[in-house]
Each structure stands twice: as C-alpha cells, then as structure tokens.
C-alpha cells in the first residue's frame, strides 16, 4: 500500500486536548492495533518498522521533574520545580505497565526533568528493575551529573544506552555556538567509552543553530565509533520554554538536506519508517576509513531484510553484536542470505577504496530527525500514529499529547502502600532560585524597574 500525505489535516480544539487521556487497559494485541492504526492515518508501506517490528518505538519513563538547566525551549510544566519525586514503588508500578501493555524488549527512556538529580541508589535501582523486567534502559541526560563512575555503575545494573542532550537552548556559561559546546560533547564521549553503552546524543533545532547542523552532522560522523544515534528535534512551543513557535524555516525536510550536506553525500531518509513521515526521518551512514555512504541506499533489499527478519530481537549492546545478532537470523533464512550478499558485495565495490584502507574503521550512525508538535495545535492523525508514548500514573500515552496536559497528570495525588502520596511540596527558597523559563522571566520583569539593568544568567549546578 502506497503511502499519502495529506497537506492539510484536522487539528484537535482546546476541548478535545482537554480531553485527551492516557491508554488504561492493555491491548491484547499491541503489535496488530499499532499496524491498523498506521494503516488508517496512510503510513503503512513495505518499509514501515511500526507495527511490523515493534508495537511502540519507545516509552519516556519520567522519574522526577526537577532540572538543573534552563532551557529555552523547556518542555516541562511551570510548576515543574515545586513537584517531588515520585515514590520509587509507583515508578516501578509504572515499569511494570510498561511490560502490560507492550512486552518484553521495549525502549525504556529514563528521563525527566534530570534523572540523575534523583538519588543515586534509586536512579541504580530503577534501571536494575528495568533490566529485570527485560526492558531496555536508555539514560536521557544533560550530562552534567553523570560522570563516568556513575555510568559505570549503571551499566552494570543493566543500562544499555546513554543519550545526552547538549545544545544552545540550555544556555551553558561560556559556550556561545554548537561548534564550542563539541568540546562538551568530546568530555561526555569519553566519559562513555569502553562501557559497553550505545552513546546517543540529542540536539534541539531553532532559529540561532539551525546554520550549525551541517557541522554537527560531520561531527558526529567523526566520532561513529562511539556515537551510534544523533537525533536533530525541532523546535516546540510546548511547557515553560520562551522561544515561542517554529519558524517555518525549520523543517524535517530542511534538517534532512541540512544533514546531507554535513556528511557530504545524499542520503535516502525513511527507507525504514518509525510511525508518522511527517513525525520521524531517519537515514543510516556508513562511515568508512572517515568517509560516509548511505547505507539504505538500496531501499528494496533494506525494506526486504526488514520483513523478513522482524520478529528477530536485535543485540544492540555495540554495533558488532547489532551486526552478528542481524546475520544469524538471516542465515535461518537461505534466500535473504544470497540477496544480503549480493547487497554486500554491491555496496563493498562502491566503498572498494575506503574499505582497503579502513583498518577496521567502520561505523554505522543513524541520523533522525523528530518534529515534536506545538501543545496547542495537536493533530489528529499524528496523535493517532504516535510511536513515542509517556507513561503516566494511568497508562501510557502519546508524548505530544502529554506535553500538552502535563500539570493534569503530574499534580494529582497518588496511592501507594503508604497512603495518599501528594505532589506538591511546599517551596522555601526565593523565588529567583527556582522558578524556570516563562515564569522565572515574568518574574525578572516585574522587578526590572528596582533592579534596573540586572540580567538573567543561565540556571546551572
């Protein structure tokens, strides 16, 4: 089935987001509701991994709100400061509704707010249980707390991923471009190195470092050999940022072409599909002895190799056991063996020099793109093809929807073993110390005329 993009399509009103609510009872059938939901929304093709692959592409598991950043383009609530951390049993409640409702296997981001804010031996204990449960624990982080010894420790709980989110938006102290902050980037490669971590990074798109995204893309085909996934994410106007609404400038088309330039070779987005085309883009680099090739370039074997191997569970603890774990399954399949060998032979004759003089140096890089939609101009059909989900305290639901009734969920009162567990706590320090993005800036203004001249800094521990 051909897939078609609608031009224009329906846009949720202030009622209907009000309205919007978390999935409370498992599917019986996860995989096959996700596959008729993205037949129904005109995204189903052969090259569609939703559905086909996975019933979910991932889960945010959020374990506190706090943040130590400002950024401008916040996704969390303006209340977010002031709300405790929820009580290690309800996570691992919500850990477990994970496994309900999608199985065995599923992407499991341990985010926030800043998740390594939350006390050392429970961020430990968390990812052990997801671990346990046979989830796959991704790290999601600013990176400012998580030193070596602490990722070392998580690994060894069972932590499979790291993603560290550097970018302008966060207003770091002396870093004034994209290019300076690949020093930070560099320090956090390191700090990742040699424990067996699947190291991700995670840049937010606007207006003042869009011109810098070529750069970032040769930079991270730079370091392949550490760096598996750099995810480029669009500008929202969503919770406590300030930047406001994206400029049309700004597009999964243009990041797309953008990207292409970085690595200095065309690239051929969406061979694989994960959920909504106007959601995900995402395209696969061979960077070989320092050069990239698009490595989905031949879409019909890609799409095929996908079919036929999609009930296989992927080892994606480094890219040689990604690698090995994809060939044993195609070996049980005698036919997908002699179309993966001519592919290879195909794409080693067109790498023939780079090949000879790699010395091992081969390294796979997925570049994906993610257009996150403003909280109030949600779309129907995005929202229904979503492969992103939040769990809450009622289920899981699409993480655009979320974002935009985050307070609704986030302030109600909880049951637990030891009673009522209430959100909110009361807050004692000045208000300057806490409060982030919108308000913290309203505050600053209603004081500028007694603190003429004063300017707000970067919120950083």
């Known amino acids: 089935m051909a897939v078609s993009y609608p031009v224009e399509r329906s846009v949720l009103s202030a009622a209907e987001i ?50 130590n950043l400002d950024c401008t383009l916040c996704y969390l609530s303006e209340s977010s400061e002031s709300v405790r951390d929820v009580p290690l049993e309800e996570i691992f409640r919500r850990i477990d509704l994970i496994v309900a409702h999608y199985g ?82 560099m320090e956090y490669i390191e700090r990742a190195r040699g424990l067996g971590l699947s190291v991700f990074f995670n840049t937010t798109v606007h207006a003042a470092n ?8 040769a930079f991270f085909a730079t370091q392949a050999d550490v760096v598996r996934f750099a995810s480029f994410q669009l500008q929202a106007d969503t919770g406590r940022g300030v930047l406001g609404t994206r400029p049309d400038a700004i597009s999964n088309d243009r990041i797309g072409a953008l990207l292409c330039e970085g690595v200095a070779t065309p690239l051929r987005f969406n061979t694989l599909l994960a959920g909504h085309h106007d959601c995900n883009r995402s395209a696969v680099v061979a960077v070989i002895n ?15 190799f996908m079919r036929d191997t999609a009930t296989l ?24 063996v002699l179309s993966t060998l001519r592919w290879a032979a195909a794409f080693a004759w067109k790498a023939r020099g780079d090949l000879l003089r790699a010395r091992g140096r081969v390294h796979k890089l997925t570049l994906f793109t993610h257009n996150f939609m403003d909280a109030c101009h949600l779309d129907r059909e995005r929202l229904d093809a979503c492969v992103f989900m939040a769990m809450t305290q009622h289920g899981p639901m699409s993480m655009c929807a979320y974002n935009a009734r985050r307070d609704h969920f986030l302030l109600q009162p909880l049951r637990t073993s030891q009673g009522e567990w209430r959100p909110l706590a009361a807050v004692q320090a000045q208000p300057i110390k806490f409060l982030k993005g919108r ?6 203004k209603s004081r500028q005329p007694a603190d003429q001249g004063q300017q707000a800094g970067p919120v950083e521990a």
């Open 290 to 304: 320092g050069r990239c090739y698009d490595a989905f370039d031949d879409e019909a074997f890609v799409r095929r």
């Open 104 to 185: 065995p296997g599923t992407d499991v981001q341990v985010s926030g707010g800043e998740p390594t804010l939350r006390r050392r031996d429970e961020l430990t204990a968390i990812v052990a249980r997801l671990a346990q449960r046979g989830l796959r624990a991704s790290l999601f982080t600013n990176g400012i707390k998580a030193t070596r010894a602490l990722l070392a420790e998580l690994a060894q709980a069972g932590l499979t991923d790291v993603a560290f989110h550097v970018d302008l938006t966060q207003q770091r102290a002396g870093y004034v471009s994209e290019a300076e902050l690949n020093k930070l980037r």
């Open 18 to 67: 009000d309205a919007l609510n978390p999935r409370s009872t498992p599917c019986s059938d996860a995989l096959g509701d996700l596959r008729l939901r993205m037949q129904r929304n005109g995204q189903w093709n052969e090259g569609q991994t939703a559905g086909r692959r996975w019933p979910v592409a991932c889960v945010s598991l959020e374990i506190t709100q706090r943040c």
């Open 313 to 336: 569970r992927i080892d994606r603890g480094t890219a040689w056991r990604g690698a090995k774990s994809m060939l044993m399954g195609a070996l049980r399949r005698p036919a997908l």
């Open 439 to 444: 308000a913290r800036e309203t505050y600053l």
């Open 210 to 217: 869009v011109r810098e995204v070529p750069m970032l893309a």
